[in-house]
């Protein structure tokens, strides 16, 4: 049981006066551009000059300047690992397993060989068979048709459930398969030509390749046109639809779900939530309707497509055509050990992070980020306790959650056990990546029969990110995120606080977003909102979302406000939290110049820099289409216009074109 603490007092976290010239670069800044006119570009314009980008990304910051500090850290502890590892430790499984992604002599000498058991077992396959098959792809091997997992019932934060998603599409958002605009028609032609491609690959002959590619095409076009759009699938009202075994199987009888349920590993389900209905219809009238051989195409693709970056050069190569250079502009593939890190990275996760910690985490800094958190709660606290249009019956709620957070910093205080996984070397580098991912979705079935792990992390140590989850009330930062340019120990408060201190702030906030509200101080589904309260929150929330859908992001394309709207009052209330708390420290109550720069001027600068970067138009529109997080530029100029202090800091006046007048600002938290 969590612990309610009511917090009381602000330890401000100082930093020694010595080393006060660290934190803001200002070669990072473009002195050319005034920061009335476009403040991005002036905090952040010298940085991207000096960075161009490299060909092998379509986007790149300062973000991803600390992941490739971490994937080289990572680098670090695994080649060092050696070999000879004894038969079953976690060093003989993460070193075997990133060897073989290593070795492309043998990977071109297989070729498609790796594959021929499990294609032979869909190609033979009969009508009785499918749901077998699907329930197989299901365990981590691939998405065909829909999807299936375990997770904390929204409405019963305690115990797990199951769910069925839409899913079964390959480009990942339903807009691919239905606009018509210049960019998504050669991108979905594109991805025609990478099917075709793949089945070529197989060794099917050209006019063959080329129906196959339609039948999988035709399928995934009906699955997007009953799919939810980005924006329905907000609605966790609109998604939480329960239904027992019995109706389930009523509804869509095409599905063998006790079989489903066996082959899964999840025994005596009597209830599932169905997040997309429709969706689910769709896929129970393809498979009574279709003819044998167009199932089974769609099938082998979905196999295919889910190990071609773990086989054969010219498997990689069209994967890497059509995901990278068609959809987001990447112009040259990654070199191969990092392709190759990721695998080990993320299948044994943990086992890589519990290394990660022991050499690049420093306890320190698990201490000194707690305080920031503290001084952060501390912050968010007293705006709830002053906003104006909210209720006081609300705010008592509010608080409750907001010091009822779980804060989980560095890593985990227990790590997964991989004993069970083998990592066996004589078999393929495919084969090898398809057994550790079964062996990470069995432990998630696996969930279905306990209560939930409230202690479990989402993300490993060395991932440089953050997060907010809602079904158990909890922050999280892993150790991964805690150094420069997101924090630095030897820094002065404003260049913490403008940097990890936002994104603490953010994460909270995501407590109170327009999803995060829906959920109460112990992980369920209530409503705790007065509708009065609520009706003024989606108020002051659309008029946010407009200024965001006001922005064009290349062509004639805007932003997606209502899509990013979670992100964007994160990003709102993250600052506003963090600047408050900010102003409560010693540098923050005085007003001594650093390099030029005013404590104001260094906390708006330094949360301006962590979004620099350079990206692709054809990332650009990718990202609007299935990021929920808005365009490192927008997080900046679109999200400071409310903040009255930056215009103070920077004397930004009407007229100017960051200016934004005080009736047009919104204030959330």
């Given at each position: 049981?969590?612990?309610?603490?009511?917090?009381?007092?602000?330890?401000?976290?100082?930093?020694?006066?010595?080393?006060?010239?660290?934190?803001?670069?200002?070669?990072?800044?473009?002195?050319?551009?005034?920061?009335?006119?476009?403040?991005?570009?002036?905090?952040?314009?010298?940085?991207?000059?000096?960075?161009?980008?490299?060909?092998?990304?379509?986007?790149?910051?300062?973000?991803?300047?600390?992941?490739?500090?971490?994937?080289?850290?990572?680098?670090?502890?695994?080649?060092?690992?050696?070999?000879?590892?004894?038969?079953?430790?976690?060093?003989?499984?993460?070193?075997?397993?990133?060897?073989?992604?290593?070795?492309?002599?043998?990977?071109?000498?297989?070729?498609?060989?790796?594959?021929?058991?499990?294609?032979?077992?869909?190609?033979?396959?009969?009508?009785?068979?499918?749901?077998?098959?699907?329930?197989?792809?299901h365990k981590g091997v691939a998405g065909a048709f829909f999807d299936g997992n375990v997770m904390a019932d929204l409405k019963?934060?305690?115990?797990?459930?199951?769910?069925?998603?839409?899913?079964?599409?390959?480009?990942?958002?339903?807009?691919?398969?239905?606009?018509?605009?210049?960019?998504?028609?050669?991108?979905?032609?594109?991805?025609?030509?990478?099917?075709?491609?793949?089945?070529?690959?197989?060794?099917?002959?050209?006019?063959?390749?080329?129906?196959?590619?339609?039948?999988?095409?035709?399928?995934?076009?009906?699955?997007?046109?009953?799919?939810?759009?980005?924006?329905?699938?907000?609605?966790?009202?609109?998604?939480?639809?329960?239904?027992?075994?019995?109706?389930?199987?009523?509804?869509?009888?095409?599905?063998?779900?006790?079989?489903?349920?066996?082959?899964?590993?999840?025994?005596?389900?009597?209830?599932?939530?169905?997040?997309?209905?429709?969706?689910?219809?769709?896929?129970?009238?393809?498979?009574?309707?279709?003819?044998?051989?167009?199932?089974?195409?769609?099938?082998?693709?979905?196999?295919v497509d889910a190990a071609a970056p773990y086989l054969s050069d010219d498997f990689i190569q069209a994967n890497f055509d059509?995901?990278?250079?068609?959809?987001?502009?990447?112009?040259?593939?990654?070199?191969?050990?990092?392709?190759?890190?990721?695998?080990?990275?993320?299948?044994?996760?943990?086992?890589?992070?519990?290394?990660?910690?022991?050499?690049?985490?420093?306890?320190?800094?698990?201490?000194?980020?707690?305080?920031?958190?503290?001084?952060?709660?501390?912050?968010?606290?007293?705006?709830?306790?002053?906003?104006?249009?909210?209720?006081?019956?609300?705010?008592?709620?509010?608080?409750?959650?907001?010091?009822?957070?779980?804060?989980?910093?560095?890593?985990?205080?227990?790590?997964?056990?991989?004993?069970?996984?083998?990592?066996?070397?004589?078999?393929?580098?495919?084969?090898?990546?398809?057994?550790?991912?079964?062996?990470?979705?069995?432990?998630?079935?696996?969930?279905?029969?306990?209560?939930?792990?409230?202690?479990?992390?989402?993300?490993?140590?060395?991932?440089?990110?953050?997060?907010?989850?809602?079904?158990?009330?909890?922050?999280?930062?892993?150790?991964?995120?805690?150094?420069?340019?997101?924090?630095?120990?030897?820094?002065?408060?404003?260049?913490?606080?403008?940097?990890?201190?936002?994104?603490?702030?953010?994460?909270?906030?995501?407590?109170?977003?327009?999803?995060?509200?829906?959920?109460?101080?112990?992980?369920?589904?209530?409503?705790?909102?007065?509708?009065?309260?609520?009706?003024?929150?989606?108020?002051?929330?659309?008029?946010?979302?407009?200024?965001?859908?006001?922005?064009?992001?290349?062509?004639?394309?805007?932003?997606?406000?209502?899509?990013?709207?979670?992100?964007?009052?994160?990003?709102?209330?993250?600052?506003?939290?963090?600047?408050?708390?900010?102003?409560?420290?010693?540098?923050?109550?005085?007003?001594?110049?650093?390099?030029?720069?005013?404590?104001?001027?260094?906390?708006?600068?330094?949360?301006?820099?962590v979004w620099a970067n350079n990206i692709t138009k054809e990332e650009i529109l990718r990202r609007t289409k299935v990021d929920?997080?808005?365009?490192?530029?927008?997080?900046?100029?679109?999200?400071?216009?409310?903040?009255?202090?930056?215009?103070?800091?920077?004397?930004?006046?009407?007229?100017?074109?960051?200016?934004?007048?005080?009736?047009?600002?919104?204030?959330?938290?």
């Open positions: 049981m969590r612990k309610i603490v009511l917090l009381v007092t602000f330890a401000a976290l100082t930093m020694s006066a010595g080393n006060l010239e660290k934190g803001v670069d200002r070669s990072n800044l473009d002195p050319t551009v005034s920061p009335g006119e476009n403040f991005y570009l002036y905090a952040c314009g010298g940085w991207m000059k000096a960075n161009p980008l490299d060909p092998q990304y379509a986007r790149f910051g300062t973000f991803d300047q600390l992941a490739e500090n971490s994937r080289e850290q990572v680098k670090d502890i695994i080649t060092s690992l050696g070999t000879g590892n004894p038969q079953g430790s976690v060093k003989q499984k993460v070193g075997d397993l990133y060897a073989l992604g290593m070795d492309s002599v043998r990977l071109n000498n297989e070729g498609k060989a790796p594959l021929a058991g499990d294609l032979a077992l869909i190609k033979y396959a009969t009508p009785a068979q499918w749901t077998t098959i699907i329930a197989w792809l019963s934060s305690n115990d797990n459930l199951f769910y069925l998603t839409q899913g079964g599409i390959g480009m990942g958002d339903r807009d691919y398969y239905l606009d018509t605009d210049a960019n998504t028609t050669a991108v979905r032609k594109a991805y025609v030509d990478y099917i075709n491609r793949l089945f070529v690959l197989l060794g099917y002959k050209k006019n063959d390749a080329k129906k196959a590619a339609q039948n999988v095409m035709n399928i995934e076009t009906q699955l997007a046109r009953v799919a939810m759009t980005r924006e329905e699938t907000r609605d966790y009202s609109r998604l939480y639809n329960i239904m027992t075994l019995e109706q389930i199987k009523e509804r869509y009888p095409a599905i063998k779900w006790d079989t489903y349920f066996k082959e899964l590993g999840c025994n005596d389900v009597k209830r599932v939530c169905v997040f997309q209905p429709l969706s689910l219809d769709c896929v129970n009238t393809l498979l009574s309707t279709l003819k044998d051989q167009v199932i089974k195409d769609y099938l082998i693709f979905k196999y059509f995901y990278s250079r068609a959809m987001s502009g990447k112009k040259v593939m990654q070199p191969r050990w990092k392709r190759a890190l990721n695998i080990p990275n993320y299948l044994l996760g943990e086992a890589v992070g519990q290394l990660y910690v022991e050499k690049y985490f420093p306890a320190d800094s698990k201490k000194k980020m707690q305080r920031l958190v503290d001084n952060l709660k501390v912050a968010l606290g007293e705006h709830i306790a002053g906003l104006t249009w909210m209720s006081p019956k609300t705010k008592v709620n509010a608080l409750v959650k907001l010091n009822s957070f779980t804060v989980k910093i560095g890593y985990p205080d227990k790590w997964r056990d991989y004993s069970g996984l083998d990592i066996d070397a004589s078999k393929s580098y495919w084969e090898n990546v398809k057994n550790a991912r079964i062996f990470a979705a069995e432990y998630e079935l696996s969930q279905l029969d306990k209560p939930v792990d409230k202690d479990r992390w989402y993300m490993t140590p060395q991932t440089v990110n953050a997060y907010y989850e809602p079904s158990s009330n909890e922050i999280c930062f892993p150790a991964a995120i805690l150094q420069k340019p997101y924090f630095d120990p030897d820094a002065d408060d404003a260049s913490n606080y403008g940097a990890i201190g936002v994104v603490i702030g953010h994460e909270m906030t995501h407590g109170f977003d327009d999803q995060g509200r829906n959920f109460d101080h112990n992980g369920n589904m209530v409503d705790w909102w007065t509708p009065e309260d609520a009706e003024k929150f989606k108020v002051l929330a659309d008029k946010l979302g407009a200024q965001y859908s006001a922005e064009i992001v290349a062509d004639d394309v805007h932003a997606n406000g209502q899509f990013t709207m979670g992100e964007n009052i994160a990003d709102h209330g993250g600052l506003r939290v963090s600047y408050s708390a900010f102003k409560k420290t010693a540098q923050g109550k005085g007003n001594e110049l650093i390099d030029g720069f005013t404590p104001d001027q260094r906390f708006f600068l330094s949360y301006a820099n929920p997080h808005s365009l490192g530029v927008n997080r900046v100029n679109v999200a400071i216009r409310n903040l009255e202090p930056f215009f103070k800091a920077f004397d930004i006046k009407p007229g100017e074109k960051m200016y934004r007048s005080p009736e047009d600002r919104v204030t959330i938290w």
